[in-house]
């Protein structure tokens, strides 16, 4: 009876151990990823320097100076007096809960902007390049906060790489001497860059720094206007180009459609401060307006037409980038119910396979920014909670947050910490909206 028992118990054990075997082979549900940094900081010859997640180190308060460092250091009691002094020199938005993100997010964008305006979109690798996208959000969250001087900065940079037909790289090295790689041209490059240079002319309190961003801007910004004008065929809308998503694209998607609307808005109001004719331009902005509204909008907004699915890229088309409009408020309520993942972020759109369960922050910080040009202010502050609780351990916000809901990838991102300011500051009432359509 004793030689049955034991060998029924050992028979129960294998079971229990093949079932883990099992159990331990089977795929994980969603995606998991590595997070390569936890923030960014500058070492004492200013070199930046990125922060590992697993360090022990964070950051004292209203720096980017770690606490390990020894503050008996003149260079380092420097350093948090300059970061604590730059910050007074502007604002902070979102007082209370969320003041800690957005200090954060303005520490490190201040860190990932270089002497000579590069704005790096992250401190590693691949992500060591300047895109015009992220640079052009930054440059627009610097002039809300009032940090016009970092603004003037990276329109300096722009200004130096700034193509002569318009048309923008999808990134170009720090050091100004071109795009890393062949990757393909992205054409809303032409639209946020307009975008950025409008929001800056429209906070800044001091005329002579308008003037000196204008005169050196205004080649680019005519020249970007110019290629959007250009890319409209007989239909209205834009030639096909890669987008946010960065790959080949063979149809107009909205992310290429809705930044160039509101660029094209942007330099119109801007021709004055410009010294052009703005006619061209105001032409071609209504033929494009009522094409978007026409063929996007007439199937709900779809990443490309007829039924691509719901993209993130419906909010280019809410506040900030326009005014409220109920059939593109409705869209992305609906896209941003559709687009969330089970951790609570978003995926850039409903065709995205790639990593699944996986939030990208940027598309997360879109919606929120939309929700709360809305009105919405539950809304958005749901997605920031989301994004808040989700930061590095040395509270820098991440690219992505994957299928653990751990922060993911690399950190911080310029992009999300522009689009968190920006939003902070929309549900403070005081972020500029672009004209709409005459």
Excluded at 14 to 20: E, R
Excluded at 92 to 103: H, I, K, T
Excluded at 410 to 429: E, N, Q, Y
Aim: aromatic share 6%; proline share 8%; net charge negative.
């Amino acid at each position: 009876m004793r030689a049955l028992r034991r060998s029924g118990w050992r028979v129960g054990l294998l079971a229990v151990v093949v079932v883990i075997a099992v159990l331990g082979m089977a795929p994980t549900r969603g995606t998991i990823l590595e997070l390569r940094a936890g923030g960014v900081t500058t070492g004492p010859s200013g070199a930046v320097k990125t922060v590992p997640p697993t360090a022990p180190d964070r950051f004292v308060d209203g720096t980017s100076v770690l606490d390990s460092a020894d503050r008996s250091d003149p260079s380092v009691a420097e350093r948090i007096r300059s970061d604590r002094s730059w910050l007074r020199s502007g604002s902070v938005p979102g007082a209370g809960e969320f003041r800690g993100m957005a200090e954060r997010a303005l520490l490190d964008l201040r860190v990932l902007t270089s002497d000579t305006g590069a704005l790096m979109a992250a401190p590693v690798t691949a992500w060591r390049h300047v895109w015009p996208r992220d640079a052009s959000f930054a440059i627009a969250a610097y002039s809300v906060t009032g940090h016009h001087a970092e603004a003037a900065d990276v329109f300096g940079f722009l200004s130096r790489v700034a193509p002569a037909d318009g048309r923008w790289e999808a990134r170009y090295r720090t050091d100004g001497s071109g795009p890393p790689d062949d990757r393909p041209q992205q054409l809303d490059g032409s639209g946020w860059v307009l975008w950025a240079l409008w929001t800056f002319v429209h906070t800044a309190p001091d005329d002579e720094l308008v003037d000196d961003v204008v005169s050196a801007m205004r080649p680019a910004a005519v020249a970007s206007a110019d290629a959007i004008v250009e890319s409209l065929g007989d239909d209205g809308l834009p030639e096909a180009s890669s987008d946010y998503w960065e790959k080949s694209e063979e149809k107009v998607t909205l992310g290429i459609a809705a930044p160039l609307s509101v660029g094209l808005r942007a330099a119109v109001d801007l021709a004055g401060v410009l010294d052009v004719d703005p006619a061209r331009w105001r032409s071609a902005s209504d033929r494009l307006d009522e094409a978007v509204d026409e063929t996007f909008g007439a199937h709900g907004y779809p990443r490309t037409l007829p039924d691509g699915g719901d993209d993130a890229a419906v909010t280019f088309l809410a506040p900030p980038f326009a005014p409220v409009s109920d059939p593109v408020s409705a869209a992305v309520e609906d896209a941003e119910r559709s687009l969330r993942v089970p951790n609570g972020g978003h995926r850039p759109g409903e065709v995205w396979t790639k990593d699944v369960g996986v939030a990208w922050t940027p598309e997360t910080a879109m919606f929120a920014l939309a929700l709360a040009g809305q009105g919405d202010r539950e809304g958005a502050e749901r997605l920031l909670t989301f994004l808040d609780e989700h930061r590095t351990p040395q509270g820098s916000l991440p690219e992505k947050v994957d299928a653990r809901a751990d922060p993911a990838s690399v950190a911080p991102l310029a992009w999300t910490s522009s689009l968190v300011l920006l939003t902070l500051t929309a549900l403070d009432g005081e972020l500029p909206v672009v004209p709409g359509p005459d």
